[in-house]
């Protein structure tokens, strides 16, 4: 017995020597990291591609993190999202972790994957969106590079498992752009597949879909009234398998997209045109599925407060297939609100300048 007291009484001494040193270590940090957005997305469509949705709720992410070395931190949170009209509590409840190994500008996430509200800055082509609002939130892999030339992001994400119900969902995608003073080349890529070997079910087949996108795109600022001049030219591509038990599943689509925009007084002015091929992404904006012209009339404008408060609100004048003497009779368009905050408080006294 005197042994076993020794021993329980040495192991207590190491348990509080190791607190003691995880405490008193000047580079670990403990901070509390929220962030708030409330939304107002509605679109009005009448075609086959999309109908028409209103989506208005909240979402909030909380999360306690510790910065445990310079380049090592984890975090432990938790999603919430309410969509107002939904007779739930809440519309999505789920746990956030997030471990993460940064050095300068690379970054290493297992877990928690950094998705923004421009959504790894994909156009709607290729991610649309909605997907800012719902999921919200994503889950996986991530490699970041944030140089001042080069940015790389490329991730894969996990959505659901392998069943006896429904087949594991994977998505990954990839953004490298390279900024050459007022020109930016930009590769990039977005996989949706489901699949899985532990499971079949049926009526639930494998299938994939893949799209990418090269551009090139040209901005001006100017100190002015007029803010900034800009366009850019990307040629899109899709590969889709609906189903790959068949001899020959894959199709094959194209596009091209063009945009050129104007900022006058904060507000963004945009027109953009697209041509399509038989081009497919799932989750892109199901209107780059039409063969007809489609093209668009974008005026939004975002403030930023200080606190890292923000508000955006904005519009957009659809036409697919139409010409503009038609919109009267055919239009379709879509407006959007948003609120936001980002909010850090440190939980241990340090510094929060490095985050």
């Keep these: 017995m005197l042994a076993n007291a020794l021993a329980l009484a040495a192991l207590c001494a190491a348990v509080a020597h190791a607190g003691a040193d995880t405490i008193t270590r000047p580079d670990s940090i403990l901070y509390l990291s929220t ?15 999309r109908e028409g949705e209103t989506i208005l709720g909240s979402i909030v992410n909380g999360r306690v993190a510790v910065k445990a070395t310079p380049r090592m931190s ?4 938790l999603h919430l999202r309410k969509q107002y009209g939904d007779e739930r509590f809440l519309s999505d409840i789920r746990p956030l972790f997030q471990a993460c190994y940064r050095q300068q500008a690379f970054s290493l996430i297992l877990g928690e994957v950094l998705f923004t509200p421009t959504r790894h800055g994909l156009p709607d082509g290729l991610l649309r969106e909605e997907f800012t609002y719902d999921p919200g939130v994503e889950e996986g892999v991530q490699v970041l590079y944030l140089g001042t ?26 953004c490298t752009r390279i900024r050459l003073g007022p020109v930016c080349l930009s590769a990039m890529a977005y996989i949706d597949h489901y699949g899985g070997e532990a499971f079949a079910p049926a009526g639930d087949p494998v299938r994939e879909n893949a799209a990418g996108a090269g551009g090139v795109t040209f901005t001006h600022a100017i100190e002015r009234v007029v803010e900034e001049l800009g366009a850019e030219q990307f040629v899109l591509g899709s590969y889709t398998a609906r189903d790959r038990s068949h001899d020959d599943p894959y199709e094959s689509g194209w596009g091209s997209l063009s945009r050129g925009w104007v900022k006058v007084l904060g507000f963004l002015c945009r027109f953009s045109y697209f041509q399509g091929h038989d081009y497919v992404a799932w989750n892109g904006n199901a209107l780059y599925q039409s063969n007809e012209p489609y093209y668009s009339l974008h005026v939004s404008k975002r403030m930023a407060f200080p606190g890292k408060v923000f508000l955006e609100f904005g519009g957009r004048l659809e036409f697919v ?35």
């Design 35 to 49: 962030d708030f957005l409330s939304f107002l997305h509605n679109a009005e469509f009448h075609n086959e591609f």
């Design 74 to 77: 984890f975090s432990l949170g």
């Design 149 to 174: 030339t080069v940015s790389q992001d490329l991730w894969l994400t996990f959505s659901a498992l392998n069943t006896e119900d429904h087949r594991e969902h994977l998505s990954g995608g990839n």
């Design 321 to 355: 297939g139409i010409g503009p003497a038609e919109y009267g009779s055919r239009g379709e368009h879509v407006i959007w609100l948003q609120m936001g905050m980002d909010f850090r408080r440190l939980l241990i006294p340090g510094s929060l300048a490095e985050f």
